[in-house]
């Protein structure tokens, strides 16, 4: 597995709600903040305050081996109530795209997240470079955090959607 290849990685999960109200829980930039490992903070930027096209968030993260650090992020594909896709912008480019996708299904939605590495460079490659040969054991264990990450983001979709109140 290469760097360049831009690997992705996808999690799913059936949740009993309408496509409205997984709407509203997947477009909460602050979501994945509560419950992810890395991601500590997110805030929109400018005059931005929901999802839209263009609009631009900052994601400030920490993980053991990478440190911390803070990324821009901008809105780059929208279909309202179904698919949400935004790049992350480092200082060479796209350095990764993640997106969330509500799709209506039997008693409830499907809803996905995905994330794609590059094509721009990311923090990993440092690690990449600095140890060449181990490149696709790095990705991989990049992509399983990864994944880790996005089926507690999906848990706590399901959660708060299935929430009897």
Request: aromatic fraction near 6%.
């Amino acid at each position: 597995m290469r760097y360049r290849d831009q690997p992705t990685v996808e999690v799913s999960e059936r949740v009993a709600c309408t496509p409205a109200r997984a709407w509203e829980l997947l477009t909460d930039i602050t979501l994945s903040s509560r419950v992810s490992e890395e991601l500590a903070t997110v805030e929109w930027l400018g005059d931005a305050d929901a999802v839209a096209l263009g609009a631009r968030f900052r994601g400030t993260n920490r993980h053991d081996a990478l440190g911390a650090w803070s990324t821009e992020c901008e809105v780059i594909e929208l279909e309202p109530e179904r698919r949400w896709v935004w790049a992350v912008h480092g200082p060479d480019g796209v350095s990764a795209t993640w997106g969330f996708e509500v799709d209506p299904a039997n008693s409830g939605v499907i809803v996905r997240q995905w994330g794609r590495m590059g094509p721009g460079p990311s923090g990993l490659n440092v690690a990449i470079t600095a140890m060449p040969d181990k490149e696709a054991r790095i990705v991989a264990n990049r992509l399983t955090e990864w994944e880790r990450n996005m089926r507690a983001n999906l848990a706590a979709v399901k959660a708060a959607a299935e929430a009897r109140g």
